[in-house]
């Protein structure tokens, strides 16, 4: 009933939030602000404790203020200061010294295995608070993240903006060849952890850790960086607290192709066709009917007789319908909601935090919905069992529900690219209904709304028991033991389907009989034990902190899949219902074992002289017991000149100003195949071959079969990554500049190429060495700015890192181009130089020949290619290094100069956030039917109304070249200049307008906080790149699962 009544007062009070106080002013105060210094404090907020009434003070550090009496509170606070309140009593002149922030001097950042001071950091770290996770509609906190860190490098993968979707992360960039290896997630200390699992409402902090000397705590766990994630903690003394916020928003897709109307779409094809000599595909009688349906003279989208001596409906280039069928098969809004409860306290010797969050994202599909929800609950205990043991028991479990229509099936392979290809071919003069009424099965629509399910449901649990002893107060010890564990189930049913004929009567529409079902699942237990001991001194001005431990886990693996056709009933899919003659039929059983012994030693002196050095001893059951063990060491330094004595003359001015630098050597056990590790490599593998599948004959008929084994290499061991990295950390103007800079260089050597060749009689292809290596350099650089204008304050943030690796080695000594070779920049892109297109048949005549890349005639409105080399034909060459032909490096698809820029604003309880993010620098060659249109085949085309800047005798000027509906159309379609895209781009990634109510009102209605807030998401893109494509999604094909522009509304209540 109580919370009933302080809604009441709310509703009653919410009218006077943007009140202002009005104060009968009777009396003044006035006074001077000063520092520890004794130098004056300009810009100082003073204000009357719970009003609005207030002033700052001047360049002098004066400041004059009327006041009804000369009894309250003053409060006292700037940028970079501790806030202050002093008790008027009847005073009217106050002479006020500030002292510089705690949070500025003692801000502890989470480092591997405990805290540091961030003055005394010497690596490459950097930490980001809960802030940018808050009010965001996001479902992964890799969302989030995107461009809040320098070098963070995050980025969307073919799953695109689908419900499910998951971004790549990598920490500086290159990791290896051909792989992309992601940095080590840890939270609360525990290795290993899913960051796609975890509810982002109960993060606090995050940091990320980037050179080697940082992360060489955790050995060959974290060759390429490592992100700790920080949970939510009690608080020892406070009273519980709730909190409970939401986030509804609505979700409309960006950058799809808009198609051609059915009357330009046939004239196309019909262009493209008699271009290759073939005989127009969309007849007269057609082309007229399409004309009639788009004046309204008709009203059918196909003939509504049957095909002539067929019991079918017209369809294809027969029919008259005018569709976009991207706009027909995604919603123009989707709907998706989040709710989030935390509960935190403690008492003097027990805290906890218990949080649970329900998310669901709604997706695009028009047909056949397709639906993403998370559970997630989080409970961290601690407890002081003695005054020298504690005791902390965390646990976490999520559930992930992904639901969404078969896409396709055997149809097409399935899969996002699948499905968007489906909806590119397809001609905007298909039929959505037949005459009669029924969704025509050319439409699809059928497919997604009754052609089956994929569902899939994965659970994580995670528990952690953890001691703490304090042996003095200077020495402790900490022991942990964690399971992890993870649980996938994924199901695909395909449904046999049927259309309704001219007739009446039912046939199977194509690609979905026979009716089948498949079922995976996998378990995975991750074991972790973890004990360390801490111990540091404080010597006069000198500071030791030496930390030393032991890991130990255990990965144990277990899966099987089965699939089997013809299903007794649809209506009950599993695999005991089946009773197909072919099942298929998997398992897998794996384990992998590792332990390291690791240690730390930090020294500074007077905070003035930082050192820093840790190492690890690693081990590891994927390798030989002769090339298993290895050690990494990591060193870095530091110097804070601030602290300097001939330093005080820039004191006033620049607060603070440290110079790092670190080295340090990572093992890494995973390079042969990031995504799917070869757990056994020293092992020769045997491959079964099933009776039905194999060739051989035997006696009656065929028999199983065990193929001979593949080759391995007993020597194969770690690569090993090193890493140098240079930094500067600067502050000015009493904290309100802040400014951080890194260079570094890393290296993986050691990395796997192929073996020498051996002779084919072998039989068999030569093992994987350890002999290639790549070389990463980069920087990051961020600049921040915290100030304020009387009420007003402001914060602003930009960020701008880069990267660019390059093959230091590599074993190929002929210098083929389709293989890696030594000074390779990788993302190169090789091919033709560009001179134009073809005017007319003289110049046709007079250029180098051409028909090297095509024997087909080469005409007007073709792609004229440069002869670089000069022997008057063009071609590749032999691939070469030596001989490329004419082809050259014409680009790079590497991001190069990622930025972002924050804002934010807040003046009496209004607050207001700006998220800009963009890539300066990127080239992209797209060649499929999505940036091409007309691709030679006319059931693989998709011409869009970027394509009618083409080449035609009428317009020679026109972008794209003369098009053909036959193989012809690939020579104009090399990767080359002309069609070499700028990938760039700026987008405005999230702008947020809040409102919180004013304490009054609080604590009239006994409430702690209040805040309501919009928020716009994907709000705009700038970028030269075609239309067709979305920069973020400019990979592969391109046929991606379309990002979302997003409008939310929310509410953040404190109790």
Known sequence: MKRFLRLFWLCCLIGLAGSKTILAQQARVTGTVRDAKRNPVPGVNVVLSETTNGTTTDAEGKFSLAVPALNGKLVFSSIGYERQEIEMNGRSNFEVQLVESAAVLNEAVVVGYGTQKKVNLTGATEQ????????????????????????????????????????????????????????????????????????????????????????????????????????KQGKKGKGASITYNNNLSWAQPINMPKMLNSLDFANMYNEAFTNAGRAPMFNDETIQRIKDYQAGKITTETVASPVAGSNGWETWASSNANHDWFKLYFKDFA????????????????????????????????????????????????????????????????????????????KTGGGNEAYM??????????????????????????????????????????????????????????A????????????????????????????????????????????????????????????????????????????????????????????????????????????????????????????????????????????????????????????????????EAFFEPLAKTVNAFKIRASYGSLGDQYFLDVNAPNWYPFYPSLSITRPTSTSWLFGAGQEAAVNYPTLVNPSLTWVTTTSTNIGTDIALLNNRLTTSFDWYVRKANDFAGPSQALPAILGASPPTANNAAIETRGFELSIGWNDHIGNVRYGLRGVLSNYSGKVVKYPNPTGTLSSYYEGQKMGEIWGYETVGLFQTDQEVAEAPSQVFLSSAAWTPGDVRYADLNGDGKIDAGNSTLANPGDRKVIGNSTPRYSYSFTGDVAWKGFDLQIFLQGIAKRDVFIGSNYFFGIVGNEWQSSPFTIHQDRWTAGTPDGYFPKFYMSSQNDKNQQTQTRYLQNAAYLRIKNLQLGYSLPASVMKAIRLERIRLYVSAENLATFTKLVKTLDPELSIGSGKIYPLQRTFSAGLNVTF
């Open 421 to 478: 290809h489906q909806i590119a071919r397809k001609f905007p003069t298909v039929a959505l209904f037949n005459p009669d009424g029924n969704y025509s099965s050319t439409s699809d629509v059928l497919l997604h709304t009754e052609g089956g399910r994929n569902k899939t449901v994965t659970d994580q649990v995670m528990l952690t028991g953890e001691f703490n002893v304090k042996f003095t107060k200077d020495w402790t010890a900490t």
């Open 335 to 410: 709907f998706s909601q989040q709710h989030n409860v935390g509960v935190t306290g403690g008492s003097e010797k027990t805290t906890y935090y218990v949080g649970g969050g329900y998310n669901y994202r709604g997706g695009m599909y028009n047909f056949g919905h397709d639906t993403y929800k998370r559970y997630n609950i989080r409970a961290n205990i601690t407890s002081d069992l003695t005054r020298w043991l504690g005791f902390s028991f965390r646990s976490s479990a999520s559930r992930q529900l992904f639901d969404t229509p078969n896409l396709y099936g055997s």
């Open 480 to 643: 942990n033991y964690t399971l992890d564990g993870s649980f996938y189930d994924s199901q695909s049913h395909q449904k046999t389907l049927y259309e309704f004929l001219p007739d009446g009567s039912k046939a199977v529409i194509g690609g979905t009989s026979p009716s089948s079902f498949s079922r995976a699942n996998e378990r995975n237990f991750h074991h972790i034990v973890n004990a360390f001991t801490t111990y540091e001194k404080q010597l006069g001005g000198h500071y030791f902190k030496l930390l030393g431990g032991y890991v130990r886990d255990l990965t144990e693996f277990q899966g099987y899949s089965a699939s089997n056709s013809l299903l007794y009933s649809d209506n009950i899919p599993s695999l005991s219902t089946s009773y197909g003659t072919s099942p298929s039929i998997g398992d897998n059983i794996r384990k992998l074992a590792s332990e390291g012994f690791f240690g730390r030693v930090n020294y500074n002196f007077k905070e003035k002289y930082l050192l820093e050095i840790n190492g690890r001893y690693d081990g590891t059951s994927r390798f030989l017991k002769d090339v298993r063990w290895k050690f990494y060491p990591g060193i870095s330094a530091g110097w804070n000149i601030d602290r």
């Open 128 to 231: 980001v608070g809960s802030e940018i996770l808050e009010n965001r509609p996001v479902t992964r906190i890799s969302q989030a993240l995107q461009g809040a860190v320098g070098n963070l490098n995050i980025s969307t993968g073919t799953t695109g903006g689908a419900p499910n979707a998951t971004q790549s992360i990598n920490i500086r960039g290159y990791t290896g060849l051909g792989t992309s290896g992601s940095p080590l997630i840890v939270i609360d200390g525990i290795q290993g952890g899913d960051l796609n699992s975890i509810n982002p409402s109960d993060i606090e902090s995050i940091t990320v850790l980037k050179d080697a000397a940082s992360s060489a705590i955790y050995g060959s766990s974290a060759p390429y960086g490592v992100i700790l994630v920080n949970t």
